[in-house]
């Protein structure tokens, strides 16, 4: 057992195996990275918020070379990485990627041996072969300006970090501030662009709240209420409770209370929660 690993509550990390070469890992902060391995080398998309010592629970499954590839820049994504002396993401998520969201991010990043770690660029359509398993990248910012997903197209497997997402996907933490109905605009091109490959692939890993997702059903559903939004004919919901989110009346600390009155939407299967002021704010 890893004492780093395991607080009083119990331990940090829980892992499954979803086929012979991927592995999902979880933590107890609604976040799902996935490590998906090849021949040569393994890739790990996405390092959770930095608690323990998640490169301890990789090298638990596996002994081959890591790359820690990241699917956008927040912390809760990039956290791990300084586990690692190297990460690769796109020049927009290195923005904020070695930025703490709070003190207890920071004491969790200053502990660890390569808070300088060195980032490598991504860029959409780059394909990284691992060894006989070859992904493929696909750019899609909305949620942040960062954002990519990542095509493993031996299992039919998609990766979309939370540009798609079972509980809600939020639209308040950018590096620079976009209009609601501009950032809907974006989401809806991004979604019809991941329909492109939809003979790619069988099923969505999102990054939070559960998995797997059915593509056609969320991907489309997405698209109506982008439209919705597009047009003003959105629904606002009384609450903006869903899954890990809190809800308006919480006598605990809302983590977003800094960005304004939020409104939570949803149609169908999608929901997205936007600042009421109808601009995204900025991540600092």
Avoid at 73 to 94: L, Q, V
Avoid at 131 to 154: R, T
Avoid at 186 to 204: G, P, S, T, W
Wanted: aromatic letters at 12%.
């Amino acid at each position: 057992m890893i004492r780093e690993n395991v607080t009083e509550q119990g331990n940090i990390y829980g892992k499954w195996q979803i086929t012979e070469d991927t592995w999902c890992i979880t933590d107890g902060w609604h976040n799902f990275v996935y490590l998906l391995i090849g021949e040569e080398k393994a890739l790990l998309i996405d390092s959770c918020s930095g608690e323990g010592n998640i490169r301890a629970v990789v090298e638990g499954i596996i002994e081959k070379p890591v790359m820690v590839l990241n699917t956008h820049g927040h912390f809760d994504h990039t956290g791990g990485n300084s586990c690692w002396p190297e990460a690769w993401m796109t020049k927009e998520a290195a923005v904020h990627a070695k930025e703490p969201f709070g003190p207890i991010h920071e004491k969790w990043f200053r502990s660890k041996p390569y808070q300088d770690y060195k980032i490598h660029y991504i860029e959409n359509g780059q394909r990284i072969d691992l060894g006989q398993k070859i992904v493929e990248i696909i750019s899609i910012p909305a949620h942040s300006e960062g954002s990519v997903a990542v095509l493993d197209k031996n299992t039919r497997f998609l990766f979309t970090g939370d540009e798609i997402e079972s509980g809600q996907v939020i639209w308040i933490v950018r590096n620079q501030s976009v209009s609601l109905k501009e950032l809907a605009q974006m989401h809806k091109m991004n979604m019809e662009k991941l329909l492109e490959f939809r003979q790619d692939y069988d099923y969505i890993w999102p990054a939070h709240n559960g998995v797997p997702l059915y593509p056609d059903r969320y991907i489309q559903d997405f698209i109506e209420l982008d439209k919705l939004i597009i047009e003003g004919r959105q629904q606002v919901m009384e609450d903006t409770a869903g899954f890990g989110f809190p809800a308006d009346n919480q006598t605990i600390v809302n983590p977003f209370q800094d960005y304004g009155k939020l409104c939570r939407t949803q149609y169908g299967t999608a929901s997205v929660i936007y600042s009421e002021s109808s601009v995204v704010y900025h991540n600092k």
